[in-house]
Every structure is written in structure tokens, then in C-alpha cells.
């Protein structure tokens, strides 16, 4: 086994409050707000390869969150961290999928923001 899957395969030493809320939430919240300020001011190379660093940022977080599961007072929690963070990886991969897609049209019908 090579030292990348030693290091995915083996138990984080994080809290899980941290990587979840902080890493997880705040953080991808940030970029995606960022990613749709740019939505109408960039290419559509750019913003795909925007889409895609959200991607795996995003993955990045789900084997993060999975490696620290454990790291809390009771186990419910960190099942419960798990579940969201697979169905937040689901929905980020979905929503960034349609968004590209409705960048390469932008052009057309520019998306609004309130500011």
C-alpha cells in the first residue's frame, strides 16, 4: 500500500466539529459565494476549472470528515456527519455540473445577483 492510501485510510486526529463546520461548511460556502460572484465575469475555461477545483476541494472534505467521524463524544454524531457529507457531496457535484452548464448560455440571460 502505497503511503496516499496509508495516509486515506487511516484515522484522522481532528475534532469532528472542527473539519465538519469550519473545513466543511464555512469554507465551502465561501468558495461557492465566490464561484457565483464570478459567474458572469469569467470564461467558461476559468469558470469550469473553478467548478472543478469545488469539486475536488469538496472530496477532499468528505474523506476528511469520514477520517474524523470518530473523534466525538458519541458515535451518532459522527454517523450523522457522515450522511451529510455525502449528500453534500452529491448535491456539490450536481449543482456544479448545472451551473457550468448554465454559464456556457450566460452570455444570453446573465445570472442576477442582488448587489
Known amino acids: 500500500m ?17 473539519v465538519f463546520w469550519l473545513y466543511g461548511v464555512v469554507l465551502s ?16 475555461s476559468l469558470f469550469g476549472l473553478m467548478l472543478l477545483g ?8 468528505l474523506n476528511a470528515v ?11 454524531y459522527g454517523q450523522i456527519a457522515r450522511f451529510l457529507t455525502v449528500a453534500w ?4 457535484v450536481l449543482v456544479s455540473g448545472f451551473l457550468f452548464l448554465s ?6 440571460f446573465p445570472l442576477p445577483l442582488p448587489f
Open 2 to 18: 502505497s503511503k496516499l492510501q496509508q495516509w486515506l485510510n487511516s484515522q484522522g486526529s481532528t475534532a469532528l466539529w472542527v
Open 29 to 44: 460556502n465561501l468558495l461557492f459565494g465566490l464561484i457565483l460572484v464570478a459567474f458572469n465575469k469569467v470564461a467558461p
Open 54 to 61: 469545488f469539486v475536488a476541494y469538496t472530496a477532499c472534505m
Open 66 to 76: 469520514w477520517r474524523n467521524a470518530d473523534n466525538v463524544s458519541d458515535l451518532i
Open 89 to 92: 457531496s452529491i448535491n456539490a
Open 103 to 108: 454559464h456556457l448560455n450566460a452570455m444570453a
